[in-house]
């Protein structure tokens, strides 16, 4: 795949300004509006890059765009245009390079992705490389939990022969093949207020039965087995002389293994305040399953394609869900980080290296173009 590096290294110009136009289009998860016209910008660019393309908007909205291919097969190409932005921030902080680093909003998580895979699959065409068809799969929801999203994109994935999932990768040669589950609880308690000097039997505590629950959570964490359990929202009552009606908890849950989501869901199901007049109302669930490993085959390759442009190759297991989690439990093979190199996702100092898009959209190219083994 050195000549679609050298492809892509001799076109990087071009490609920045690809990167640029879909920076500045602002497309916050939030924002339908915006995520449409985000979508109308990524649809014409994708139809002028890619050969013979023919795109849909699926219900959720998801964006697919197929291009067809001269091997057997499909990949999928899978990515968000969403980001955790809100709108404006282009205004204040819109796409910029200095010294080979580019900055803005979503430009790693996951705008860089898109622009890469896009590209790789202009590479092949370009060069006269074979590859099998490609499926572009884009949604709008990534950021805040795929839920409107999810079937349609489970579907349009389903039957295909590899999921290579665009989020944000970490140096050159990085892949992900691995990533916890995520559950996001909260939990509303109801009490008894009463005053808490004359009449304290009166009342039942809410921010008192939270407390105690927030232990036994705590308690439910297993760092040894990648279980790890956060609460982060604890907050309830009004006054330190009134017993407190109300509290709440909001709860991050991960889990490495499909047992332990379930060890630490039924924990939490199960769990009842000391004081029976507290009454719970929970919420939430397990919004990504945990992603135990890619397929053997898709990391054997990434090897030797790293191997072959002449970078270190380094799979990682990570804490963070993504999609990858939910097409993987849909049975299908799945290699996740193959976006950009850089760093800060979600957060202002966000970047992405632009030295390494060409070695970024060679892996990308040679994973597209490489076949899965008989079966
Ligand atoms: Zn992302």
């Known amino acids: 795949m050195e000549e679609v590096r050298d492809w892509a290294a001799e076109r990087l110009d071009e490609i920045v300004d690809d990167l640029a136009v879909l920076v500045d289009t602002e497309t916050p998860s939030t924002d339908s509006v915006l995520l449409a016209d985000g979508r109308a910008v990524l649809t014409g660019w994708v139809l002028e890059s890619w050969t013979d393309a023919a ?34 921030t282009v205004a204040r902080r819109p796409f910029s390079v200095t010294d080979g680093i580019a900055r803005g909003p979503g430009v790693f998580d996951m705008k860089a992705g898109l622009v890469q895979g896009v590209s790789a699959v202009a590479a092949l065409d370009a060069l006269g490389i074979p590859r099998p068809t490609v499926r572009l799969i884009v949604n709008e929801d990534e950021e805040v939990g795929t839920v409107a999203s999810r079937d349609a994109m489970v579907a349009a994935a389903t039957g295909c022969t590899a999921v290579l999932v665009l989020e944000p990768g970490a140096e050159a040669g990085t892949v992900k093949t691995a990533r916890k589950g995520v559950g996001l609880w909260q939990v509303a308690a109801t009490g008894v207020a009463a005053h808490a000097g004359l009449d304290p039997e009166a009342g039942s505590s809410a921010v008192h039965a939270l407390a105690a629950l927030t232990c036994h959570l705590v308690g439910l964490a297993d760092p040894a087995a990648g279980t790890t359990v956060n609460v982060g929202v604890l907050a309830g009552g009004t006054r330190a002389n009134v ?110 290296v632009l030295d390494d898009l060409p070695v970024r959209i060679a892996l990308l190219a040679g994973l597209v173009a490489g076949s899965p083994p008989a079966r």
Do not use: K, M
């Open 55 to 88: 795109a849909s908007t699926l219900p959720g909205p998801v964006l697919q765009v197929d291009t067809p291919g001269s091997l057997p097969g499909t990949v999928v190409l899978l990515g968000h245009i969403d980001t955790v932005f809100d709108a404006g």
């Open 243 to 352: 017993v407190a009606e109300h509290a709440r908890l909001e709860i991050d849950v991960r889990a490495r293994t499909a047992s332990e989501a379930e060890r630490v869901g039924s924990a939490l199901a199960a769990w009842a305040p000391p004081d029976p007049r507290v009454r719970l109302h929970v919420t939430g669930g397990w919004n990504r399953p945990p992603w135990q490993a890619s397929a053997t085959w898709l990391v054997d390759r990434a090897r030797a394609v790293t191997a072959s442009l002449g970078v270190p190759f380094d799979a990682r297991e990570v804490g963070g869900g993504s999609d990858g989690n939910i097409l993987a439990a849909a049975g299908l093979p799945v290699l996740d980080g193959l976006g950009a190199s850089g760093g800060g996702a979600h957060a202002e100092h966000e970047y992405v």
